[in-house]
Nanobody, 122 residues
């Protein structure tokens, strides 16, 4: 499975961005897809997860109600719609694939894509 994140950029606080994760490989639809982020000097942290068929989602508390993860297996894409962005959301965002987990963490991911930078100005 290969993943490629895109869609990052510079946005003002309160603004919106949509990140995309392009999936490829024979078994991409067998995995849940996750978004993680890593800010300078901080550990990589979980942001959102979507099940392999898109019927279940899971978010870290700080993004609930602001971020929405979605999936289109026919188009081989996963999206992260980010609204009401805050300076604390600034980070490099990564998409990753792994089986569904109730406690997603970086060490549990099987495949990673390269990150995309999100910058939020205050």
């Amino acid at each position: 499975v290969q993943l490629q994140a895109s869609g990052g950029g510079l946005v003002q606080a309160g603004g919106s961005l949509r990140l995309s994760c392009a999936l490829s490989g024979r078994h991409f639809s067998s995995y849940a897809v996750h978004w993680f982020r890593q800010a300078p000097g901080k550990e990589r942290e979980f942001v959102a997860q979507i099940s392999r068929n898109g019927d279940s989602t899971y978010y870290r508390d700080s993004v609930k109600g602001r971020f929405t993860i979605s999936r289109d297996n026919a188009e081989k894409m996963v999206y992260l719609q980010m609204n009401s962005l805050k300076p604390d959301d600034a980070a490099v965002y990564y998409c990753a694939a792994a089986p569904w987990s109730l406690r997603p963490h970086p060490g549990g991911m099987r495949y990673w894509g390269k990150g995309t930078q999100v910058t939020v100005s205050s």
